[in-house]
């Protein structure tokens, strides 16, 4: 399945892709309110089963997209985690020998096809396409070989970074990661019974049609079953959580000069399986 988070006339619900259409999902099993409530209550089978009954209940132009996963627990977010990334720092340094991580806020992520908000405070608003994991079900010390277990599916962010305020203070970026909707989440998330999360995935990202990243997880310094172990070492991993793998080399802080993102620019992030995220930037008013 396809499963997204949407609005509709200021009312928010939850529902699957088919015939180009969206089932509303929320309004079909007002017993479970959002795709984090299914996916706690195991409850993907129940689901697939109404998408396969009912027809579809809206256009997608009909509808507005939320966040894919509106309310997680957890947003963790990955730093420099493929090689060539890694090597595009030009720093000397070695390959790492554990991932970075930081977090991020709800509010920092809006849906596809929303705005994405540059802030006045910066000229340096970035971006970073990324695969993300969704948790599907609960778990501390995981190993590598049950990893797979725990993921419901793939959706993709946008985790736009504004430059400047990444470098604010010596051990952390949480600063230049969390502007309020700074980044996107979206359009989608692709269950893990049609998209193999462990295979080969490529992500692609465009700047008003220019490609500026294209990579793949074969060249991910930690693949995704060591980053569920390792994370999983000290978080209690949650259903709904969500995990944001790294970004590939070619963002544009690493062009000379940098190339940031101004109001009119359109972002699409691609990862062919699960689909396209697309969002606009716009101007954020003080």
């Given amino acids: 399945m396809k499963l997204l988070s949407f609005s509709r006339h200021g009312r928010r619900s939850y529902g699957a892709i088919k015939d180009e259409g969206v089932v509303d999902l929320g309004r079909h099993h007002p017993d479970i309110p959002d795709i984090r409530e299914a996916l706690r209550r195991e409850a993907l089978g129940r689901l697939a089963e109404s998408v396969e009954k009912h027809a579809s209940d809206y256009a997608i132009g009909d509808i507005e997209y939320e966040p ?22 030009k720093d000397g340094s070695q390959a790492p020998t554990y991932p970075s991580v930081f977090m991020r806020t709800r509010e920092s992520l809006v849906g596809h096809n929303r705005s994405i908000k540059d802030p006045p405070e910066s000229d340096q608003l970035d971006y970073e396409g990324e695969i993300v994991i969704v948790v599907g079900k609960e778990g501390r010390r995981i190993s590598e070989a049950e990893s797979h277990q725990y993921v419901a599916g793939l959706t993709i962010m946008n985790e736009g970074s504004i430059r400047d305020y990444l470098r604010h203070a010596k051990f952390n970026v949480t600063q230049g990661k969390n502007f309020e909707a700074s980044g996107s989440l979206g359009p989608w998330m692709v269950t893990s019974d ?16 220019e490609e500026r990243q294209n990579d793949v997880t074969s060249n991910l310094m930690f693949p995704f079953r060591y980053l569920l172990s390792y994370l999983s070492t000290f978080y209690r991993l949650k259903p709904g959580d969500i995990i944001a793998t790294g970004t590939p080399n070619g963002a544009g802080a690493r062009f000379d000069p940098p190339k940031y993102l101004r109001e009119g620019d359109q972002v699409d992030v691609e990862v062919p399986g699960i689909g396209v995220l697309q969002n606009r930037i716009e101007s954020e008013s003080t």
């Fill in 68 to 89: 894919t996963i509106p309310n997680p627990e957890k947003i963790i977010c990955i730093g420099v985690n493929y090689a060539d990334r890694n090597a595009e720092y």
């Fill in 194 to 209: 049609e998209l193999n999360p462990m295979s080969e995935l490529q992500v692609i990202t465009r700047v008003n049609g």
